[in-house]
């Protein structure tokens, strides 16, 4: 079974009471949280609720073992599995917490608790001693935060611990009211989070938050994927809220920390990407640009078509399009819920709408649209909101696009699949004869999953291998394979043991869950350069560079399998058709791209049988869903009965734009298409680098320049950033006059004379250069915050300094890069310059830095990579002309927000609308703004002045 139970608890809030135990001196630990900032734009921050009620601390200590700082008392020393000590600073004092959880379950009627303490993920007694005292006091649920989350990270491990705290007693309870409707005893299995399952005396909270998608994972990668022909295969999932991608090659793809509901889940989850994306996403003309959700109509009032006053979606557009067909479709919508999809009232609105579209045309001395044109602009709008996970799935991790089979299920899917594999490059799509029920499907293919893991913290070498991490394994594999034979009553002969080691660069916080690269058969054979060559394989394929680091080992996984007899070959096949063909049950009129309206054949699925061959363009009505055939697609059946599309991509360049004139529903995809790059360019930054302002406080911008300098696309990083940037760029343009830049150079700036911010941001610059150009034909650039250039203090900001070189190492011009070479001993050289002024140093820590340089590289690396796709794709001229048409229209945005923020002014002077504001320094000295708007022209003048000293004015003109 799957459930949303858990999931549901945690977003509507309804899970249980409980308090939390956490060790002295830490109460407020998870409140703070870390320092991420996941929406930086947002001016009024929705804090996640905490949801433990109470807080108690526990008077107890344990550290790592020091030997200069330890009491030498052998009662108090531990040896851990890998070798290494910690010490018992402070026993827990369980007579005082006896009396204060007494009080807890009496005059605070709270029967549940959640327990952290420090480095329990490595000692746990502590926490031992004190579920024992609760099961003795009687408390109903206990979670302990080293058997919830053995990982090394006390935030992360503790949120997890206190979501199952709150939702795994809702569980229980419904398991209790499910299994009391039998009148004997029942095995159930419930899917968990990672993929597997699991029996219902394990199902916790915190494994359950994906039980419901899991089984369609589950159910593609189980029925898609050839172990012959070895193709990785991506799953789509479209629904009317959102729509889920992931990937599966195999095995299945797993991430280890999530964010869900602005709650950290440190534990293992299929990797699935959720885009607000659906049959129900709303549509909007916004800066004459399509814009296709976040907002969603729901499934009240719904899309226009449903009549229930809802507003228009792509639900509609695709009615609109002829691709629902409301004489096929249930008759459950309207007022009284018996009336059928309403096409004369959703066109009226979509007219409305191209009337305002129009408008906007007319100004721009523009074409203008007819209806069914805009429906199919949101539509295209849509479907590359929808392949932008995918490509970051893909593209993202260094994978093709375009050698994956696109896998579609779900309600939605069918009527886009065509589409986003063309867009992807994608030949052949498969629709699950069950795709309706995927999900469902999935879960009976599951297997039993039993998983153990522990932290060990040693670096990956063949002497801790053989002494230490072999050993651990095995008692890892003894504790999977026993709960599989003894709880799970399964035959050893049906289990299977997988073994993983959580790898990582010592000094980064980037771990990849590496297999060995050969299978092993057992735990003796493997070698310590079997997860080595793992790991630097897919370090080198996701990122492209490899680092001169050691390789430390976080954790040993040991996933026991215990193989279910259910398989998909198991089921009756589809039979061929032995005479007759195919015949049509009717053909309507559809609307297609570069066609207009074409009569197209309309089928049902059961009535498809293998050797049947579907050309498009076509309808097939399945009981679920629509699937639509585009024209130079055909479909067929596979012998277990699956619908097999064909996407024939030769025909793929005609669809392609190749005018450099406007086309609005080309603005919106572009606009989307570049703003991935950024994204992926921050991606890789943020999983590569080294210091800590990057890859937890996100300090860093990526972002995307015009041959000029001008800012075209970035993703939605630090503000001050973007605004500065593109004057660094510009800057270098403007240097390059005297240095010229060359392909193969990569440059390096922070001083403020050239467009930088505090010298601490180091701005990474790569010229892009296509095919034989003389010149760049733009620019990709980065700006991450160091944690440390050299300078007075450690952390190069400090607080007395008058002078520039008292903050660090300042660069105007740097190529770090040159003729693709990495100068690394110029960059050494400019880090150590500070150390040549008084009271000052060089960089402290040079090797992070340097990791750090190569990190920013390879983000704009994977930026030119991306882009040069992008030309290749559309054409030089096509792609630099949406680059201005980009920076026009955010000149447009720009101007609506300006002439909005007149009627807010504090006053008015002739034709200016006027702001004041006023901020006072820690001395008291204030600095005082005013910012004056030309309501006719949309000129504005900023005037700064500092305790009556003028500073600055500035005009700005849009």
């Not at 997988?498 to 054979?525: K, Q, V």
């Not at 006719?936 to 002045?945: A, C, E, G, M, S």
Request: hydrophobic share 35%; proline share 4%; with cysteine.
């Amino acid at each position: 079974m799957g459930t949303t139970v858990a999931t549901n608890a945690l977003l509507e809030g309804k899970g249980d009471r409980f308090c939390l135990l956490i060790t002295k001196g830490f109460k407020d630990l998870l409140f703070i949280g870390n320092q991420s900032r996941p929406n930086l734009f947002d001016l009024s921050i929705q804090m996640p609720k905490i949801l433990y009620e109470d807080v108690i601390e526990v008077d107890e200590r344990v550290i790592p073992y020091c030997e200069n700082d330890s009491s030498g008392d052998p009662e108090k020393i531990k040896t851990l599995p890998n070798g290494k000590k910690i010490e018992i600073l402070k026993k827990p004092d369980l007579e005082k917490l006896e009396k204060e959880l007494i009080e807890l379950k009496s005059k605070k009627n709270i029967s549940n608790i959640a327990v952290l303490l420090m480095h329990s993920y490595i000692f746990n007694d502590h926490e031992c001693l004190i579920e024992k005292l609760g099961q003795k006091l009687g408390f109903n649920h206990i979670s302990l935060s080293h058997k919830i989350s053995s990982m090394i990270r006390a935030v992360p491990r503790g949120l997890t611990t206190t979501i199952d705290a709150y939702l795994t007693p809702c569980i229980n309870r419904y398991l209790e009211s499910f299994t009391a409707s039998f009148t004997s005893e029942v095995k159930v299995l419930f899917m968990q989070s990672d993929g597997g399952l699991t029996s219902i005396n394990n199902f916790r909270g915190s494994r359950a938050i994906l039980s419901g998608p899991a089984g369609g994972v589950v159910g593609y990668a189980l029925t898609s994927y050839s172990r012959e022909e070895k193709q990785a295969v991506i799953g789509f999932d479209m629904g009317g809220t959102s729509t889920d991608v992931s990937r599966y090659d195999g095995k299945y793809e797993h991430v280890f920390e999530t964010l869900t509901a602005g709650y950290i889940i440190q534990a293992p989850q299929l990797d699935i990407n959720t885009i607000a994306a659906g049959g129900g996403s709303m549509l909007f003309f916004r800066a004459g640009m399509f814009v296709v959700g976040p907002e969603s109509a729901g499934s009240n009032p719904g899309p226009a078509c449903y009549k229930n006053n809802g507003p228009l979606t792509i639900t509609d557009a695709n009615l609109i399009l002829g691709r629902l067909l409301p004489d096929y479709f249930p008759k459950i919508f309207g007022k009284h819920q018996n009336e059928a999809l309403d096409y004369q009232g959703t066109r009226k609105i979509f007219q409305d709408l191209t009337n305002e579209i129009n408008e906007y045309q007319r100004t721009k001395q523009l074409n203008e649209l007819n209806v069914e044109e805009v429906a199919l602009g949101f539509v295209k709008v849509a479907n590359e909101a929808m392949c932008r996970p995918i490509r970051n799935l893909t593209e993202g991790k260094g994978f093709d696009t375009r050698k994956h089979l696109l896998a579609c299920f779900g309600g939605a899917g069918g009527q886009h699949a065509c589409a986003l594999a063309r867009s992807l490059g994608i030949k052949k799509i498969l629709v699950n004869r069950f795709s309706g029920i995927l999900s469902a499907y999935g879960l009976s293919l599951a297997d039993v999953v039993v998983e153990k893991q522990e932290p060990f913290n040693i670096y990956l070498n063949e002497i801790n291998m053989n002494n230490f991490i072999i050993y651990q394994i095995k008692d890892l594999q003894d504790q999977c394979i026993k709960d599989l034979v003894e709880k799970e009553n399964f035959s050893p002969d049906l289990i299977e043991i997988e073994y993983y080691l959580n790898l990582r660069y010592h000094g980064t916080d980037t771990g990849i869950m590496c297999s060995p690269h050969i299978y092993r058969a057992s735990p003796n054979d493997l070698k310590y350069t079997d997860f080595l060559t793992s790991f630097l394989n897919r370090y080198r394929t996701e990122y492209g560079f490899v680092l001169n680091r050691d390789v430390y080992v976080d954790d040993i996984r040991v996933r026991g399998i215990g193989k279910t007899m259910l398989k998909d070959q198991n089921l009756a096949r589809v039979s061929c058709r032995k005479e007759g063909k195919l015949e049509a049950i009717d053909s309507k009129d559809v609307y297609f791209d570069n066609h207009g309206f074409i009569k197209t054949r309309l089928y049902r699925f059961e009535d498809v049988l293998i050797k049947d061959t579907v050309y498009g363009p076509a309808i097939i009505i399945d009981k679920n869903s629509t699937i639509l055939i585009e024209p130079d697609c055909l479909a067929h059946l596979n012998d277990r009965g699956d619908l097999v599309i064909e996407v024939l991509l030769e025909t793929t360049e005609h669809h392609l734009p190749t005018s450099t004139q406007l086309d609005i529903t080309q603005l919106s995809i572009f606009s989307h298409r570049f703003m991935s790059i950024a994204e992926q360019m921050g991606r890789i930054l943020q999983r590569t680098s080294v210091s800590t302002n990057i890859k937890e406080r996100l300090d860093f911008s990526c972002a995307m320049f015009d041959s000029n300098g001008g800012l075209v696309a970035n993703a939605p990083h630090i503000p001050v950033h973007l605004g500065a940037m593109q004057e660094a760029v510009k800057y270098q343009i403007a240097f390059s006059k005297e240095n010229p830049i060359k392909n193969g150079d990569v440059i390096l700036s922070n001083h403020p004379a050239c467009g930088g911010s505090h010298l601490p941001d180091l701005t990474v610059i790569t010229p892009v250069f296509y095919e034989n150009s003389d010149k760049p034909v733009f620019f990709v650039a980065n700006r991450g915050h160091h944690a440390d250039i050299g300078g007075l203090t450690p952390g190069s900001m400090p607080p007395t300094s008058t002078k520039l070189w008292q903050e660090g190492a300042a660069f105007k011009s740097l190529k770090i890069v040159q003729n693709n070479v990495f100068n690394e001993k110029e960059i050494v050289e400019g880090f150590n310059a500070p150390a040549r002024f008084p009271n000052c140093s060089g960089s402290r820590n040079m090797s992070d830095n340097l990791s750090d340089l190569k990190a920013q590289i390879a983000a704009n690396k994977r930026g030119i990579d991306l882009i040069t796709q992008l030309i290749d794709e559309y054409g030089l001229k096509v792609v630099l002309s949406y680059m201005g048409y980009i920076q026009h229209t955010a000149e447009i945005s720009v101007r609506s927000l300006m002439k909005n923020l007149c009627s807010r002014c504090d006053f008015e002077k002739d034709d200016l609308s006027c702001f004041k504001a006023q901020e006072s320094m820690d001395d008291g000295s204030n600095i005082d703004l005013t910012v004056e708007i030309d309501k006719k022209t949309v000129i504005f003048n900023i005037l700064i002045r500092f305790n009556d000293l003028f500073l600055k004015d500035i005009a700005i003109s849009l």
